[in-house]
């Protein structure tokens, strides 16, 4: 922006990309509505659904406006694949004139003051993208002991996730962490003035938040960190099983190291140590899994499916995590 940030009157698209989950969007927009506005702002609201055909327009139109500071748009895009759903979400922020595009995930609601400590970090900072942090809803649902080990390790992992981002990264840069769509502000800019769109080369592997995020920080343009703009998600069932939480982590490896192989070839020697460190990780965390009294459960886990990735990426398999939609 070329007005001053901390001074200039902000318009700002809240988006979220949905596919075959009305419920979770019923849930999110709910949480849109009740969050409170950031002054000197106008903020609209928009679902795109990435289907062939609509499931969450009823949900939306029913909600629309979510008050009457709040108007709520719903666009379908057809071409299947998260990349394009995020590129017509940025398309549509344009379209309405927006300086600021805010990505939340479907299944997650934000807190109520959410979006006041999102801009209040823009304004205070010269980033150009700024994320904040993820944590697990608590809810009151039965849960096999199993499924509740994993939602209780998920939970530590989420903390974990935040404890580093937030020793690592304020206001004046992330060094040495990833923004990614759960909880993401970026300049429409980004995308209409300086090009740099989400890949849809890599339609369902996931990870092209994380390539955006490495290509803004490549260009010299500064990113941030909101501490206190948390989102929330309550984990599905489905996301709760062993075999997903692996292929998460197997898929997640891949794609990150396919990146790495197209920039330096020569990477792919680098498994002749990663692996077996990982191997011997691995069975450390199985043998200490009585002990922990299953903490230890989903790194085990996460660990298999990095070895198994980086396996998958060497062999030239790439993920299709995201053919498969899960939560709803």
Same mark, same amino acid.
């Given at each position: 922006?070329?007005?001053?940030?901390?001074?200039?009157?902000?318009?700002?698209?809240?988006?979220?990309?949905?596919?075959?989950?009305?419920?979770?969007?019923?849930?999110?927009?709910?949480?849109?509505?009740?969050?409170?506005?950031?002054?000197?702002?106008?903020?609209?609201?928009?679902?795109?659904?990435?289907?062939?055909?609509?499931?969450?327009?009823?949900?939306?139109?029913?909600?629309?406006?979510?008050?009457?500071?709040?108007?709520?748009?719903?666009?379908?895009?057809?071409?299947?694949?998260?990349?394009?759903?995020?590129?017509?979400?940025? @398309? &549509?922020?344009? %379209?309405?004139?927006?300086?600021? #595009?805010?990505?939340?995930?479907?299944?997650? $609601? *934000?807190? !109520?003051? =959410?979006?006041?400590?999102?801009?209040?970090?823009?304004?205070?900072?010269?980033?150009?993208?700024?994320?904040?942090?993820?944590?697990?809803?608590?809810?009151?649902?039965?849960?096999?002991?199993?499924?509740?080990?994993?939602?209780?390790?998920?939970?530590?992992?989420?903390?974990? @996730? &935040?404890?580093? %981002?937030?020793?690592?990264?304020? #206001?004046?840069?992330?060094?040495?962490?990833? $923004? *990614?769509? !759960?909880? =993401?502000?970026?300049?429409?800019?980004?995308?209409?003035?300086?090009?740099?769109?989400?890949?849809?080369?890599?339609?369902?592997?996931?990870?092209?938040?994380?390539?955006?995020?490495?290509?803004?920080?490549?260009?010299?343009?500064?990113?941030?960190?909101?501490?206190?703009?948390?989102?929330?998600?309550?984990?599905?069932?489905?996301?709760?099983?062993?075999?997903?939480?692996?292929?998460?982590?197997?898929?997640?490896?891949?794609?990150?190291?396919?990146?790495?192989?197209?920039?330096?070839?020569?990477?792919?020697?680098?498994?002749?140590?990663?692996?077996?460190?990982?191997?011997?990780?691995?069975?450390?965390?199985?043998?200490?899994?009585?002990?922990?009294?299953?903490?230890?459960?989903?790194?085990?886990?996460?660990?298999?499916?990095?070895?198994?990735?980086?396996?998958?990426?060497?062999?030239?398999?790439?993920?299709?995590?995201?053919?498969?939609?899960?939560?709803?």
């Amino acid at each position: 922006m070329t007005e001053d940030r901390a001074n200039a009157h902000l318009k700002v698209t809240v988006a979220a990309l949905t596919r075959k989950r009305p419920e979770m969007v019923s849930n999110l927009l709910e949480s849109w509505r009740d969050m409170q506005l950031p002054e000197n702002c106008s903020v609209s609201c928009l679902i795109v659904e990435n289907d062939e055909t609509p499931v969450a327009q009823d949900v939306v139109e029913r909600n629309a406006p979510l008050h009457d500071n709040l108007p709520l748009y719903y666009v379908l895009e057809v071409e299947a694949g998260i990349p394009f759903g995020r590129n017509r979400a940025a @398309k &549509e922020a344009i %379209a309405l004139g927006s300086d600021l #595009l805010i990505f939340v995930d479907d299944d997650e $609601i *934000v807190a !109520n003051d =959410w979006l006041v400590e999102l801009i209040a970090a823009y304004r205070q900072s010269k980033a150009v993208l700024i994320g904040g942090p993820l944590r697990v809803k608590k809810t009151d649902r039965k849960l096999s002991v199993l499924d509740s080990l994993m939602d209780a390790c998920i939970e530590r992992r989420y903390l974990r @996730k &935040e404890t580093r %981002a937030a020793r690592r990264a304020d #206001l004046n840069g992330t060094p040495g962490v990833t $923004i *990614v769509t !759960n909880n =993401w502000l970026g300049e429409t800019a980004l995308f209409e003035e300086h090009g740099i769109w989400f890949d849809e080369k890599m339609r369902f592997t996931g990870g092209t938040d994380s390539k955006l995020c490495a290509e803004v920080k490549s260009a010299g343009f500064p990113t941030a960190w909101a501490a206190n703009a948390a989102v929330y998600e309550e984990i599905p069932l489905e996301r709760l099983a062993v075999s997903y939480q692996f292929k998460r982590g197997r898929d997640q490896s891949s794609t990150n190291y396919h990146r790495k192989l197209e920039k330096t070839p020569a990477a792919k020697f680098n498994v002749l140590v990663s692996v077996p460190i990982k191997i011997v990780i691995v069975a450390g965390l199985l043998v200490a899994l009585p002990f922990t009294g299953g903490r230890t459960l989903l790194d085990a886990v996460r660990t298999s499916g990095w070895i198994a990735g980086r396996i998958d990426a060497l062999m030239g398999r790439r993920s299709d995590l995201y053919k498969t939609i899960t939560g709803d």
